[in-house]
């Protein structure tokens, strides 16, 4: 966004204002796979159906994943009608590729050589997963407009809006996969891979008609800034670095599955590491928010130590929330009672669960200093932390396990992923504090205002 002295100085209301709605989105949307397996696990066989949506869904997000940031270009350079029809145009380009390949990989042998003989599936999985792609060919061309509508909505900065679409979203899937599962007409997984379709196309909707409605009446923020039209070019020096550290997110947890499988007991490791992974998500999740919160309300170095200040105090309060069911005696209830663990499962991720707490500070400061960099349009920092993260996951994950193939794989994997991101935290916060010196340095030394806050 456009640095400009004339607005109003940000308070920590407007701040909390902005930041929880994408909490509550972030949390919304992690929620979705897991409905989505309750409704699975209630089928029969419910094993193959839940192991060929996660093969499925898992190789969608990550085909899908050099489109999640196209939200975060829109709300940097939309900023009116000629920049945010060169966005699309480019958005749905991409988004056509990746269609074809889905489409390529649900009905020909290229998918079956993948999920097969590259991921060792079996056949009854295989052709469950091709068919899952196949439903969910449409999301690549949803998602460019699904995020092209939040762009817009977060330059007016309603996010409430993105959160009660995301609800209307979650409301459908759940709503569309109870109903439909176990009925008989499609496979379970089938019907868990046109949920979430037709979660996103409804999402997608609701979201271009508040869009659309904050256009027409010239909403404040959403077209501030020059109306600049966005070349290939520039549109790939903003947008691939995000693409490349989107990626590597996306890669991280096959990676780590194949450390893990190189222990002496592979079913035992990538199980827990199935369990530890998604409650690493799940509880850190919220702290992505201050990734866009960071992006759309940062104008002044005033501004970013404010912003600064809230992160702290926000990854303050998630790592004793945390800590205070990880470091006391409910650890052992939620895992031998709320999560059904057998002792002998629940002692082997005990050790790793123990290290969850740490893990909103690297996701947090990384989460707000990515979203300065954006603000700043210095986005090219992300991809080489993103690369160094990645090597820190693989090079000494590999190592420690041909060292020592009885190695705990939940402790192992927890710290490689703490360790990695501990390392792609400090290069992008490194780089946000001095482009933050900069413009400090370039700005006049007039003290705010006291702020709403």
């Known amino acids: 966004m456009t640095p400009s002295s004339e607005q109003t100085p940000l308070g920590y209301r407007q701040i909390l204002a902005f930041y929880w709605p994408l909490v509550l989105t972030s949390q919304m949307m992690t929620l979705a796979h897991p409905i989505i397996n309750a409704a699975l696990g209630r089928c029969e066989d419910a094993i193959v159906q ?21 939200q975060q270009i829109v709300t940097a350079m939309g900023a009116g009608p000629r920049a945010r029809r060169d966005l699309i145009a480019k958005g749905l380009s991409l988004g056509a590729v990746i269609c074809v390949v889905d489409l390529a990989l649900a009905v020909s042998p290229l998918g ?16 469950l997963a091709q068919r899952i792609l196949l439903v969910q060919a449409p999301i690549p061309l949803l998602l460019p407009l699904r995020s092209l509508a939040w762009g817009i909505i977060m330059r007016h900065r309603n996010t409430r809006l993105i959160s ?82 989107t990626v590597a997110w996306a890669l991280m947890r096959p990676l780590l599955n194949a ?95 123990l290290f969850i707490p740490f893990q909103p500070i690297p996701m947090g400061w990384r989460s707000f200093s990515q979203g300065f960099l954006m603000n700043r349009r210095r986005t090219g920092i992300i991809a080489l932390a993103s690369a160094l993260k990645t090597l820190v996951l693989v090079v000494p994950g590999f190592l420690i396990v041909a060292r020592d193939p009885t190695v705990n794989g939940a402790l192992l994997a927890t710290i490689l992923i703490m360790a990695g991101g501990s390392v792609e935290t400090l290069v992008v916060a490194w780089r946000a504090l001095r482009l933050h010196r900069e413009l400090a340095a370039a700005e006049p030394e007039v003290a705010p205002a006291a702020g709403s806050g």
């Open 50 to 70: 839940l192991a060929a949506y996660g093969v499925g869904f898992g190789t969608a997000v990550f085909l899908n994943s050099p489109l999640f940031p196209f």
């Open 112 to 127: 079956t050589w993948l999920f097969a003989d590259v991921m060792g599936s079996t056949p009854a999985v295989t052709e």
């Open 164 to 245: 009660l679409a995301t609800g209307v979203r979650l409301a459908c899937l759940a709503s569309f996969v109870f109903a439909l599962s176990g009925r008989g007409w499609l496979p379970p997984a089938v019907v868990g891979g046109m949920a979430m379709t037709v979660g996103i196309f409804v999402e997608a909707v609701y979201s271009g008609l508040q869009a659309v409605g904050l256009v027409r009446r010239r909403a404040e923020g959403v077209d501030a800034g020059e109306d600049e039209r966005v070349g290939w070019r520039h549109f790939l020096v903003f947008i691939g670095p995000l693409m490349v550290s």
């Open 259 to 353: 450390v893990m499988g190189r222990t002496v007991d592979p079913d035992l490791a990538q199980g827990a590491l199935g369990f530890v992974f998604p409650l690493l998500i799940l509880m850190a999740s919220p702290l992505w928010a201050l990734q866009n919160t960071t992006l759309v309300l940062v104008n002044d170095r005033h501004d970013f130590r404010r912003l600064a200040r809230f992160s702290g105090a926000v990854i303050l309060v998630f790592v004793v929330a945390i800590g205070a069911w990880v470091w006391t005696p409910l650890r052992g209830v939620l895992l031998l009672h709320v999560f059904s663990l057998e002792p002998d499962k629940a002692a082997y991720v005990a050790g790793a669960l």
